[in-house]
């Protein structure tokens, strides 16, 4: 299966439908009178599209296992078609429109089933998905396209020519993928007063985002929360917490680091953890969703 353990949990819902068609009058007026001798038309194809949205992942290879947390089924009748729509929701990493489609196509073959002792001209038409919410591609495209970002690497060893830097490279490429352009990649020694001097000079220089990797964690020489915290204006705790917590479920000393988001002026400013694997996952975290923050901080603004 495909490896979603790199998203994240948002509300995900779908609708399909699908048609079943009669051949005659007596049919839909067999189904509304509950004289089918099958029994309910409606109550059991209800009860079969139930189990079939619970069994999709066990009958398509490729569908992830997950959490059904509403399912609707609901018909209307015109004329001699018969209109299910299946609408599911969930909190989860991956979406459900197979489910969906998968829970109206049973509904309707249930109802086949009951209705052909009695109907032979029964048919089943339109199976489709109708609607989808929920996942990254309900929000990608709302963000603006002219922004630009410093990337700091705060490190004594990587300062030093000691070790090769990775984690600012990889927030790199996530920006990159998010169409944000790179204004400048640096790497500085773990002090206070650099940091505190870089951050007022990109701001200075117009730079939209200022990220800092390293020197989050608890050593003696980590000190980018204590250097960058008094020149923020406003924190965004929603952030910082989102990174931890995406962090935790992957890994159980995230809660050890001490992230910071927040804002000079109309710059944001995050600071990340130093390790490759800890400033990729909280890339991965928060963006593109923390790009909305400029259309508050800048306006609306796409090109």
Do not use: W
């Not at 439908?17 to 004289?35: D, F, L, M, R, Y």
């Not at 773990?190 to 990220?211: F, S």
């Not at 710059?267 to 923390?290: C, H, Q, R, W, Y």
């Not at 259309?295 to 603004?301: E, F, M, V």
């Amino acid at each position: 299966m495909v490896d979603i353990t790199q998203k994240t949990s948002t509300l995900r819902i779908a609708t399909a439908q699908a048609i079943v068609k009669v051949s005659k009058p007596e049919t839909i007026k067999a189904i509304k009178n509950g004289t089918v001798p099958k029994g309910d038309v409606f109550a059991m194809s209800k009860a079969a599209g139930l189990l079939g949205v619970k069994k999709t992942p066990d009958l398509l290879p490729d569908c992830h296992p997950l959490p059904i947390e509403y399912t609707g089924i609901d018909y209307s009748i015109e004329n001699l078609e018969i209109t299910i729509l299946v609408t599911i929701k969930t909190i989860y990493k991956t979406g459900v429109e197979v489910e969906a489609m998968h829970g109206a196509s049973v509904v309707a073959l249930n109802m086949y089933d009951m209705l052909k002792p009695i109907d032979k001209g029964v048919e089943i038409h339109h199976i489709k998905l109708l609607t989808k919410k929920g996942g990254k591609s309900d929000y990608k495209d709302k963000f603006r396209r002219d922004l630009k970002a410093a990337v700091i690497v705060c490190s004594d060893t990587i300062s030093a020519g000691k070790k090769e830097d990775k984690a600012g490279k990889a927030i790199i490429a996530k920006l990159e993928s998010c169409e944000v352009e790179i204004q400048d990649y640096i790497i500085i020694p773990d002090e206070v007063e650099i940091i505190q001097e870089k951050a007022r000079t990109y701001q200075q220089l117009g730079a939209d985002l200022i990220i800092y990797t390293g020197g989050t964690g608890l050593s003696g020489r980590d000190v980018t929360p204590e250097a960058l915290r008094p020149l923020l204006d406003r924190t965004i705790p929603g952030v910082e917490e989102a990174i931890r917590k995406y962090g935790q479920d992957r890994m159980p000393y995230a809660m050890l680091s001490r992230s910071v988001a927040g804002t000079i002026k109309d710059t944001l400013v995050l600071a990340l953890p130093g390790s490759t694997n800890g400033a990729k996952e909280s890339m991965d975290a928060i963006f593109p969703e923390i790009l909305h923050v400029f259309r508050i901080l800048k306006g609306a603004r796409h090109d």
